[in-house]
């Protein structure tokens, strides 16, 4: 399968843990974004990586998160103390980023986050 | 105010029927117009985009868009259960690299 994964599909954990996920994006993909999405809501922007360039962090991005692409390739997202207000589902997308593209999104299955 | 506005629902059709699913946004720099489907735990994948203004045919899928009115439309003919699933407006800006998402609308096809 080469499509976009990650790792865990679902955490479970007590509030004030560190949590990290792992997005493993299609291999020619250079560009790389992670999503919040929570219950009755569509996917929300956090942050977008141009090879492993961080270009744009949303506000929602609190100082205790923080993401990662070394060399371009994986991105990890982790996300510090953790507080029940981070309990989401957290969406990895990567895409070609080629001139003309439409920026269409190959999303990955998620990771869900639940914060006890 | 949002970006991107869409009726949540949930929407319930008997199979066989024409569903109209909207998307309103406020941003006229808009100009890539996309729709996805998302099934229950899984992500959202593309079903249909439109640049700009006008109408996309895709088997039993149409997709319209109408910038003067700043206003988007998907339309399934001939609903299938299969057809059950969120689907997600989303747009993005000429140039842009942030897709912007409604919040999506439950369908229902009870068969």
């Known amino acids: 399968d080469t499509g976009v994964s990650q790792d865990p599909r679902h955490k479970i954990t007590k509030r004030g843990q560190n949590v990290t996920f792992r997005c493993d994006p299609i291999?020619?993909?250079?560009?790389l974004y992670w999503y919040r999405q929570t219950l009755g809501q569509g996917p929300e922007f956090l942050t977008y990586f141009q090879n492993e360039a961080q270009l744009e962090k949303s506000r929602l991005l609190s100082d205790r998160f923080s993401a990662e692409r070394p060399k371009g390739s994986f991105s990890t997202l982790e996300i510090q103390r953790t507080e029940q207000g981070d309990s989401a589902m957290y969406l990895c997308?990567?895409?070609?980023?080629?001139?003309?593209?439409?920026?269409?999104?190959?999303f990955g299955e998620g990771s869900r986050l639940t914060v006890l | 105010q949002k970006e991107v506005e869409q009726d949540p629902g949930p929407l319930s059709v008997p199979e066989g029927a024409i569903v109209s699913l909207n998307c309103t946004y406020s941003?006229?720099?808009?100009?890539?117009f996309m729709w996805y489907r998302q099934y229950s735990r899984k992500g959202p994948e593309l079903l249909m985009y439109t640049y700009s203004s006008g109408n996309k045919e895709d088997g039993r899928f149409t997709a319209q868009v109408d910038k003067s009115s700043k206003y988007i439309s998907l339309f399934i003919r001939d609903s299938q259960p299969s057809d059950s699933a969120t689907y997600l407006c989303?747009?993005?800006?000429?140039?842009?690299?942030?897709?912007?998402f409604g919040a999506g609308t439950r369908l229902f096809v009870k068969a």
């Open positions: 997308a990567s895409s070609t980023g080629l001139a003309g593209n439409t920026g269409e999104l190959f």
């Open positions: 989303a747009m993005i800006y000429t140039g842009g690299f942030k897709t912007i």
């Open positions: 291999s020619e993909h250079n560009r």
């Open positions: 941003n006229s720099a808009f100009q890539y």
